[in-house]
Each structure stands twice: as C-alpha cells, then as structure tokens.
C-alpha cells in the first residue's frame, strides 16, 4: 500500500541534542512538507520540498533543517536552536502543483518529540 | 498575511445531532479550501472545493465554499460518536503551500 512512514512516533531527548525524524514515501509524490502542530495553533508549516535538491522554509523555519537528496525522503533535524522543540511533527507529501494551486495532501502519522 | 479562522474552537453535541462547522479565508491568489478530520494521528482528507457555491456530499458529511464572503462551512448530519476527532480547514494559493486553521474539536456523546 502507498503512503507515508514516519519514524519515530515518539522521541525524547536532552536539551542541547540536535534529533532527526525520518519521513519517506512510496506515493511517488513530488513535493514534501514538514509541519509543526501545537495545542491550540493548528499546523505550521517548516519547510517544503517541490523537487529534489530543492527546499523552501516555511512560516517557522528558524532551527530547522531538511534535506532532499531522494524524492522519496525528507528528513527534518531539529537543532539545539530550536527553542521550544517539543511538539507534533506531521509529514506531508502531494503531486507538484500546477496552475489550479495547492493540491490534496497526504499525511503520516506523525513523530511527537519531548525535550526533557 | 494570509490566515484561517475556524469557529467554533470546541463543541461537544450527542448522537444524532446535527454540527456546522465554520472556516473563514484569507489567501493570497486563492484556489482551493480544503477540510480534513484529525482523529488522533494522521489527518486524513475529506473534501477540496475550489468553486462557489456548489456542495460537495459525502455519507453525512457535506461542505460548501462561498468566495465572495471568503467562508465554508462542514456539515455533519445524524453525528455518531466516530465523528469525534478536530476537523482542519485549510486554504490553498498560487503555491503547493495550504493555510491551516487551529481546527474545531468536536466531541459527540452517546
């Protein structure tokens, strides 16, 4: 079955410990995404992937980073930069936009990150 | 700065009720507004409408958009407790980007 596989679906860590969570896809799916769900704030958007070798930040990109060597794969690291780290991660794939805008997005289950 | 706003942020009904659920708009270049149910991990996506006024049905669920007012609303009729989860607005531009809402959690009780 086609879909999205995060890992792993619950991560603690130390403060001061950069981490990486894991997205891939077998969706075939062009573009990637990373969002951030708080309580009470809905879902922000980190960065997105439109094409291999190619990444934007979103709206709350400060001590973030991907990667995007694969179509496949869109690791998102969580540096010691961020400052409040803790929080539900979502990855999001969909077919690459064309002239009618934003597509259907896909989504995993999801990482929750604890800073202890 | 483009935003979603959805009302109610909470609402808890019985089984059978009838819920409307509200999402207002501002999007840069608009082109889509999409809904998703969030029951515990993974939203999973119910409907994308991109033209005014024609209603999108599915089971007991319905939406509509209204682009003039910049607003759509989610139907669910006859609600079972499995309709217990955060409903997501999301608004769609130009761009791959889609706005989020914070979502309405709606509790439906036996």
């Known amino acids: 079955d086609g879909g999205i596989t995060q890992s792993p679906k619950y991560l603690f860590r130390k403060e001061g410990q950069n981490v990486t969570l894991s997205c891939e896809q077998n969706?075939?799916?062009?573009?990637m995404y990373w969002y951030r769900q708080d309580p009470g704030q809905g879902l922000r958007l980190i960065y997105y992937?439109?094409?291999?070798?190619?990444?934007q930040k979103g709206d709350i990109a400060e001590g973030y980073s991907v990667s995007r060597e694969k179509k496949e794969s869109f690791p998102l690291t969580v540096t010691s930069a961020q400052k409040n780290p803790t929080a539900f991660y979502l990855c999001?794939?969909?077919?690459?936009?064309?002239?009618?805008?934003?597509?259907?997005?896909?989504f995993g289950a999801g990482s929750r990150l604890t800073v202890l | 700065e483009d935003k979603v706003v959805q009302s109610p942020l909470s609402l808890v009904v019985h089984e059978g009720d009838t819920v409307t659920l509200n999402c207002s708009y501002e999007?840069?270049?608009?082109?889509?507004l999409l809904w998703y149910k969030q029951e515990k991990k993974a939203p999973t996506f119910l409907f994308m409408l991109?033209?005014?006024?024609i209603e999108k049905k599915s089971g007991r669920l319905s939406s509509i958009l209204d682009k003039k007012e910049l607003f759509s609303i989610l139907n669910i009729t006859a609600t079972q407790t499995g309709d217990s989860a955060v409903y997501l607005c999301?608004?769609?531009?130009?761009?791959?980007?889609?706005?989020f809402g914070t979502g309405t959690l709606l509790a439906v009780q036996p």
């Open positions: 999001a794939s969909s077919i690459r936009t064309g002239r009618s805008g934003a597509n259907v997005l896909t």
């Open positions: 969706l075939n799916h062009d573009a």
């Open positions: 992937s439109q094409i291999v070798n190619d990444f």
């Open positions: 999007v840069t270049n608009f082109r889509s």
């Open positions: 991109t033209s005014s006024g």
């Open positions: 999301a608004g769609g531009g130009a761009t791959n980007k889609l706005i």
